[in-house]
């Protein structure tokens, strides 16, 4: 095990997909980490005192049954991935301090981990927007899910589901002295169309933001009038699933096994997890 304080560099792992299955394993049921713990549903463990850590999947309709299906396949396995990975936070951060569950090297490195997974570099990036608060959520869901939503439907769930962040960010602020470090967790897929072909870019992008009185204002003023001028920081990576590879079925049997084998955490259960397809 490396020390947690120093962690290793993340190269592009240009091994097979059976050598990527065998580290995987080797790291995510590393025996001096604590068992996994599938969290009950509502638990508070993705909004604590150790921050807040948020989950927004969603892809953009499309009238091609052919690609729906695909899309759907694709984001069941960055679903299944950001559960794997925040279980192994969750208990890398057990044991070594809370501080790592916000830590995007950590969340970097665990992802890259995973069969079939790029690496993702971390950077720091901003958000600057001048902005009815009306349009915040269609403008966060193009940011964040590559989508331009249509008004109605998906789009007020969202606005909904912004609003209980919203609250638990103001909640946290409050109650850990003016800083409150989040991490949310963007299931993504392009779809770029060439020709007769489709390409499908199926990502998971880290935003690392930590709050205080003078940054959140905006995180509930999706139904304001009002327009607001927004400046705020960020680290952000974003980590690649490989679906040229899937392609191949040896390949994607290793990528299910590892799913199938690996802890979760549940996410799908959180209170902080959204997943609509617009």
């Given at each position: 095990m490396w020390d947690p304080i120093t962690l290793p560099e993340i190269l592009l792992d240009k091994r097979t997909p059976a050598e990527q299955l065998k580290d995987a394993c080797a790291f995510f049921f590393a025996a001096d980490l604590p068992e996994s713990r599938r969290q009950e549903k509502g638990a508070a463990v993705y909004a604590d005192a150790g921050g807040m850590i948020g989950f927004i999947a969603g892809t953009?309709?499309?009238?091609?049954?052919?690609v729906r299906q695909r899309l759907s396949e694709l984001k069941y396995y960055l679903v299944a991935i950001a559960d794997i990975v925040t279980d192994y936070v969750n208990r890398f951060a057990e044991k070594y301090g809370a501080v790592f569950r916000t830590d995007p090297?950590?969340?970097?490195?665990?992802?890259?981990?995973?069969?079939?997974?790029?690496?993702?570099?971390?950077?720091?990036?901003?958000?600057?927007?001048?902005i009815q608060g009306t349009e915040l959520a269609a403008s966060l869901a193009e940011q964040i899910l590559d989508v331009a939503p249509e008004p109605g439907g998906a789009l007020d769930r969202f606005k909904r589901f912004l609003g209980r962040?919203?609250?638990?960010?103001?909640?946290?602020?409050?109650?850990?002295?003016?800083?409150?470090?989040?991490?949310?967790?963007?299931?993504?897929?392009e779809v770029v169309r060439e020709a007769d072909k489709v390409l499908y870019i199926p990502r998971i992008r880290q935003y690392h933001v930590s709050f205080d009185r003078s940054n959140m204002q905006w995180v509930s003023a999706c139904g304001s009038e009002a327009y607001m001028d927004i400046r705020c920081s960020y680290m952000y990576a974003a980590n690649v699933l490989d679906n040229e590879a899937l392609e191949d079925a040896g390949a994607r049997s290793v990528?299910?096994?590892?799913?199938?084998?690996?802890?979760?955490?549940?996410?799908?259960?959180?209170?902080?997890?959204?997943?609509?397809d617009f």
């Open positions: 953009a309709a499309d009238n091609d049954p052919v090297e950590l969340w970097s490195l665990a992802f890259a981990k995973v069969p079939l997974m790029g690496p993702g570099d971390v950077d720091s990036q901003m958000y600057v927007k001048y962040l919203g609250d638990i960010l103001r909640s946290g602020v409050r109650g850990h002295k003016d800083c409150y470090r989040t991490v949310t967790l963007g299931i993504a897929i990528l299910e096994e590892f799913i199938r084998r690996a802890g979760k955490a549940g996410i799908t259960d959180a209170p902080t997890f959204f997943n609509e």
